[in-house]
């Protein structure tokens, strides 16, 4: 079975700061990764998502997660962060092969831009 | 662009009353779900579908049953809602891995309180 874990449930940070929001996952075959954001009464859209060949992904509005397979780890970052950048953020996780039934969410990290 | 529509944004309900919770996608997608989300514990499948008539028990059915008649609804019942059931459910849509990776498409969620 698969498990991720996110580090932190909330992340404060100024604008224009970089963050890095963590995600560790646990699974014993290949797997895919993901990262959802959801803004505000809203719900979650894709960010970015690794399935295979470079391990540094790249996604919408600046921000990009690189696999790492050592330490299972698939971390999102962002260099520089603005104010709409606020809202909650999934780390997930589906085995190679599995149904997006098998989609396994982390408990998400809230990501609080202060001015 | 793909949208998945929830009916109600929010809703107020009894204990012990039947509950639906409809949604519908305009994107011919086979796969929908239905997920709670609580805070501190990120998204939980409830069900999944991925045809016509077809349903698949997610990571907490107890209390719930699905009805998918139509390719474009999929409906979520809560036979008798219980106190423990006030929850935000998303219901999320997309096409099946085996088309390309399709990412889930989420409607904006249903806040539903039982009192």
């Known amino acids: 079975a698969q498990s991720v874990t996110q580090l932190d449930s909330q992340v404060p940070v100024f604008e224009e700061a970089p963050v890095e929001l963590r995600c560790n996952y646990s699974?014993?075959?290949?797997?895919?990764l993901f990262w959802y954001v959801q803004y505000p009464n809203q719900g979650l859209q894709l960010l970015l998502k690794?399935?295979?060949?470079?391990?540094l992904v790249k996604g919408i509005n600046g921000f990009e997660a690189e696999f790492n397979k050592s330490q299972t780890s698939f971390h999102l970052r962002k260099p520089s962060v603005h104010i709409s950048d606020t809202a909650e953020y999934f780390c997930?996780?589906?085995?190679?092969?599995?149904?997006?039934?098998?989609?396994?969410f982390g408990k998400g990290t809230k990501l609080s831009v202060k001015p | 662009d793909v949208k998945v529509t929830q009916s109600s944004r929010y809703l107020v309900k009894r204990t012990g009353e039947k509950v639906f919770l409809e949604c519908v996608q305009d994107?011919?997608?086979?796969?929908m779900f239905w997920y709670r989300q609580d805070p501190g514990l990120g998204l939980r499948l409830i069900y999944f579908?991925?045809?016509?008539?077809?349903?698949e028990k997610g990571d907490i059915p107890e209390g719930y049953s699905v009805s998918r008649e139509k390719k474009e609804r999929f409906s979520l019942i809560l036979e008798s809602a219980s106190t423990n059931q006030t929850s935000m459910y998303l219901c999320?849509?997309?096409?099946?891995?085996?088309?390309?990776?399709?990412?889930?498409?989420f409607g904006n969620g249903t806040r539903l309180t039982v009192t």
């Open positions: 579908s991925y045809d016509v008539k077809m349903k």
């Open positions: 690794y399935l295979s060949g470079s391990t």
């Open positions: 699974s014993s075959v290949s797997v895919y």
């Open positions: 997930a996780v589906r085995r190679y092969g599995g149904s997006q039934g098998n989609l396994i």
């Open positions: 994107m011919d997608h086979e796969n």
């Open positions: 999320a849509s997309s096409l099946p891995p085996g088309q390309g990776y399709s990412p889930l498409h």
